[in-house]
């Protein structure tokens, strides 16, 4: 899936903020927008001057090598009903931010965790919004489980 899903090699740069804020009162501007500001609250706040937009990345070398170190992990669990309470579980501190949060100046932006009972897998994937939307999270785990059923044949796992 790495290698189908250039995003999960991404981090993100840039501060996505204009270089200051400036008061509304002291901002000229010609034209419509110049007749329309002083009608503003005086103490409003304007970002003026060039924006360093987000943009994405390739990841730091060491970081992109240690990606699976650090963004998969196993967790094994006694039975069924405990695979059931972790994963919720596990869900809801994703959904939460309990997990911790991404760090998007180095990435990864994404998380696998893999729960094991004797008989069943539970898969957690959890990512930022910035790296995926819906269809491409359901084309990276269509990969990741195609990669995992290869694996499961023999046939080698390359997720």
Not at 35 to 63: K, N, Q, S, T, Y
Not at 98 to 109: K, S, T
Request: aromatic letters at 6%; a negative charge; one cysteine or more.
């Amino acid at each position: 899936a790495v290698r189908t899903q250039p995003m999960l090699t991404r981090r993100i740069v840039g501060t996505g903020r204009a270089g200051e804020l400036v008061r509304i009162g002291e901002v000229k501007v010609p034209g419509v927008l110049g007749r329309i500001l002083p009608f503003l609250g005086e103490d409003d706040m304007v970002r003026v001057g060039d924006p360093d937009p987000l943009r994405f990345a390739p990841m730091h070398a060491e970081a992109a090598n240690a990606v699976f170190d650090s963004a998969v992990r196993a967790r094994d669990v006694a039975d069924d009903a405990a695979l059931e309470a972790a994963w919720q579980g596990l869900f809801a501190d994703e959904l939460n931010g309990i997990e911790g949060e991404f760090d998007l100046a180095r990435g990864p932006l994404w998380r696998l965790t893999a729960l094991r009972s004797p008989s069943r897998t539970a898969l957690v994937l959890c990512f930022n919004h910035a790296i995926s939307d819906q269809g491409s999270a359901a084309h990276m785990v269509a990969d990741m489980l195609e990669a995992a059923a290869g694996a499961a044949e023999g046939g080698g796992a390359e997720a």
